[in-house]
């Protein structure tokens, strides 16, 4: 399973990015899908996920109501879209999926929010 992401950058304070994942596979297949993040000199933290069936996503206290994850199976592809960015927004994130058993990481995509 290979996952590349895309759509990060440079964005001001209150402003939009669109984050995309595509998968080598079907995404149908994976267990769970999931967008984390890692600020500088923090851990990494769940941003958003959403279960093989789409029926069920969950998003981090910190981002609801302006972050939104979901998933255009034809194209393999999850995506976060990111609504009134915040500079403590700013971050590297990953794409991940869970299948067979197994975690698998995209390479990340940068965000800076800038105040």
């Known amino acids: 399973v290979q996952l590349q992401a895309s759509g990060g950058g440079l964005v001001q304070a209150g402003g939009s990015l669109r984050l995309s994942c595509a998968a080598s596979g079907s995404i149908v297949s994976f267990n769970v899908m999931a967008w984390y993040r890692q600020a500088p000199g923090k851990q990494r933290e769940l941003v958003a996920d959403?279960?093989?069936?789409?029926?069920?996503?969950t998003i981090s206290d910190s981002v609801k109501g302006r972050f939104t994850i979901s998933r255009d199976i034809a194209k393999n592809t999850v995506h976060l879209q990111m609504n009134s960015l915040k500079p403590e927004d700013t971050g590297i994130y990953y794409c991940?999926?869970?299948?067979?058993?197994?975690?698998?990481w995209g390479q990340g995509t940068l965000v800076t929010v800038s105040s």
């Open positions: 959403i279960t093989r069936s789409g029926g069920s996503t």
């Open positions: 991940y999926a869970r299948f067979g058993g197994r975690a698998y």
